[in-house]
């Protein structure tokens, strides 16, 4: 039985962590099975060359993972009833569909096993883990009544958030959006715990099963997820570099009477592309005349250079609704997003959200003000915008020398939405290079139509890691042949 340490710690990995992982690998390869006494805390640690406290603690943690019991008097055993291992658990699930949830589901369920070119996050090292982990501390520090500098007015960190959400992070939000034109007092504000979240509700709010909702073509997939699970008619309208093709926006306005349209002004997802002026104006033109209500997904906000033109500052929020999150560049793990809309519709939402969720979640609003009033989140979106921009740069220059084709170069954001070389399928494309640990994002998991089997949607940050081209390049010969 192996009894020492991973010779090639983690960067940051304490020793406790590392007795864990020592621990669970035994259990995992059944080198030690279930129902076995472990070595005593004295032997372990003598074993291992650490204190005894370090074991102590390593024990107790694994505890209460469930993976270990402890028995009074007589030391610590391995767990019964383990799940049988299983090989095909360790690796991508290859016979998936390539639907709405394929790619979410493969780069969620990997961990940071594989390479995610296709996946809709940033890497973790982009992420400003030392704001947050200084703005933990200063939360940790305040004893609730606000002494820690972090402009609240204290912070209780076992209650429950107001449903209407923190006063404080919602006048800051009003200030936010008041730069890109939405004005949006405080009290048409109301946060939620994501934008996935925030258009739930939005569909609890105003759709009943068998309305109709459109959304453009091709578009965020989870957007056709969600509907679907709201049991709703689905219609779409293709999408150009300017926005939805405005004769066939029409067409469907008049021929499906949709209640809801749900688009991305700014950085659609997936096409990088920005909603022009004009064609702002006549979508909500048509909008008025066909009393359609409009959500507007802002959640990239933050990674524009200048802000492009929002229908919710035409409209004044009065049929459309603009909701955003920090989960792009802040943090995905603490969960925090926000709808404005009228007050009427606010009012009804915040009673909705008593009904479905109770309160809000008071730590991670909290964690999101703190970082938010600090300086270094605006150095951290300026130096995430230039990093972007290089990326683009670069990975729009690899793919185009392997054969892909970017449908615009976008102006700003993660997206490069590419052509595929004559007539290959972006799902055969896709599955292939999975096999060799890439995950990618087949163009029709963004079409509701299935109309871009020949794209594939690209996360320049995500992108550049050398060893992905030549897998890519590899998995389009053979899909090919």
């Not at 594989?114 to 940033?122: A, E, Q, T, V």
């Not at 009943?208 to 073509?217: K, M, N, Q, R």
């Not at 359609?292 to 919710?312: K, S, W």
């Amino acid at each position: 039985m192996a009894t020492s340490l991973d010779p090639n710690p983690q960067p940051g990995e304490t020793l406790v962590a590392r007795v864990m992982k020592m621990v669970r690998k035994q259990i995992a390869s059944r080198e030690t099975a279930p129902g076995v006494r472990l070595p005593s805390i004295r032997r372990q640690a003598d074993a291992l060359g650490v204190s005894r406290s370090t074991v102590v603690d390593a024990y107790d943690r694994l505890v209460a993972e469930g993976l270990i019991v402890s028995r009074r008097g007589s030391g610590f055993y391995v767990a019964g009833h383990l799940p049988p291992f299983s090989l095909s658990e360790a690796g991508p699930r290859l016979e998936r569909d390539v639907d709405p949830l394929w790619i979410a589901r493969q780069s969620l369920d990997s961990g940071d096993n594989l390479l995610k070119p296709g996946c809709g996050w940033l890497p973790p090292s982009w992420m400003p883990q030392a704001e947050i982990r200084r703005a933990l501390r200063q939360l940790a520090r305040d004893p609730g009544n606000g002494t820690a500098g972090n402009g609240m007015a204290g912070h209780n960190l076992t209650d429950y958030g107001t449903p209407h959400g923190l006063p404080e992070l919602r006048q800051l939000l009003s200030r936010r959006l008041a730069d890109r034109g939405v004005q949006a007092p405080p009290s048409q504000i109301m946060l939620t715990e994501s934008g996935t979240q925030a258009i739930d509700l939005l569909c609890r709010f105003l759709l009943s099963p068998g309305d109709t909702v459109l959304v453009d073509d091709p578009c965020y997939f989870n957007f056709h997820a969600m509907l679907r699970a709201h049991r709703v008619k689905v219609v779409s309208v293709p999408y150009t570099p300017d926005g939805p093709d405005l004769a066939l926006f029409a067409h469907c306005l008049t021929n499906h009477a949709p209640r809801l349209y749900i688009t991305n002004s700014a950085l659609h997802n997936p096409t990088g592309a920005t909603l022009a002026p004009v064609v702002a104006h006549r979508v909500l033109k048509l909008a008025d005349a066909h009393d359609l209500v409009i959500i507007e997904d802002d959640i990239f906000a933050d990674f524009e250079h200048q802000p492009a033109p929002r229908l919710a500052a035409f409209d004044g929020l009065d049929r459309v609704i603009h909701i955003g999150s920090f989960s792009k560049t802040l943090s995905a793990a603490f969960r925090s997003g926000f709808i404005a809309a009228r007050q009427d519709w606010i009012d009804e939402l915040v009673d909705l959200r008593v009904a479905t969720s109770f309160g809000g979640g008071s730590l991670a609003v909290a964690l999101v003000l703190a970082v938010l009033s600090d300086g270094a989140y605006r150095r951290h979106t300026s130096s995430l915008r230039n990093r972007l921009a290089e990326a683009m740069e670069t990975v729009s220059a690899r793919l185009r020398a392997i054969g892909l084709t970017p449908w615009i170069e976008p102006g700003a954001g993660m997206f490069l939405w590419c052509r595929l070389p004559g007539d290959l399928d972006a799902a055969d494309v896709a599955r292939l290079a999975l096999a060799e640990g890439v995950i990618l994002a087949p163009g029709n998991a963004f079409s509701l139509n299935q109309a871009a089997s020949g794209f594939l949607r690209f996360n320049v940050a995500q992108s550049l890691d050398p060893a992905i081209m030549p897998v890519l390049e590899r998995a389009m010969l053979q899909a090919g042949a």
